[in-house]
């Protein structure tokens, strides 16, 4: 009980101040971590369902309400979480559904910045087609053709630069 006891109040220590801790929970790295209220179940769902690919579920959850552009606990929107993963579908159906194309995570990366960093070609052309911004920076100051130029095919380095890539590399 007396370790249990530490465990608490170190964490406690390092909780954010507008958290109230409410359980404990074993993470596989062997941590424990005090965490906060459970994430909106709906959000979670909506990350759940788009990594499953659930078309029908995911126009289910966000015609009962779930937000599309609501950020997971990490911070990432679900058409960047989508673009990630390279599913042009679930990209085209979270923007009918009013995803916004030029929203970013916490990082500044946006869904044409992970298509680009995964070298996926239709994708990264379907966002350009629909007016993406090809500039658009991360925190660190880094442009989706900067991602791309590790391995990326050349079509996709010849779409971004002629999208507004950098004139010089």
Do not use: C, Y
């Amino acid at each position: 009980a007396e370790a249990d006891d530490g465990w608490k109040s170190l964490l406690a220590s390092h909780r954010r101040a507008d958290v109230e801790p409410t359980e404990t929970q074993e993470w596989d790295v062997g941590f424990r971590m005090v965490l906060g209220p459970e994430p909106d179940v709906e959000e979670g769902d909506l990350f759940r369902l788009i990594q499953t690919r659930d078309m029908k579920g995911v126009s289910e959850a966000i015609a009962a309400g779930v937000d599309v552009n609501a950020a997971n606990w990490a911070g990432k929107p679900p058409v960047v979480w989508a673009a990630e993963s390279g599913d042009l579908e679930m990209v085209k159906l979270l923007h009918e559904q009013g995803a916004k194309l030029n929203g970013s995570d916490r990082s500044g990366r946006t869904p044409l910045h992970a298509a680009a960093k995964i070298g996926h070609v239709e994708l990264t052309g379907w966002l350009l087609d629909q007016g993406v911004d090809a500039r658009a920076r991360t925190i660190s100051g880094r442009e989706p053709l900067f991602l791309a130029m590790r391995g990326a095919p050349i079509e996709l380095l010849d779409r971004l630069l002629a999208a507004g890539g950098p004139e010089t590399l």
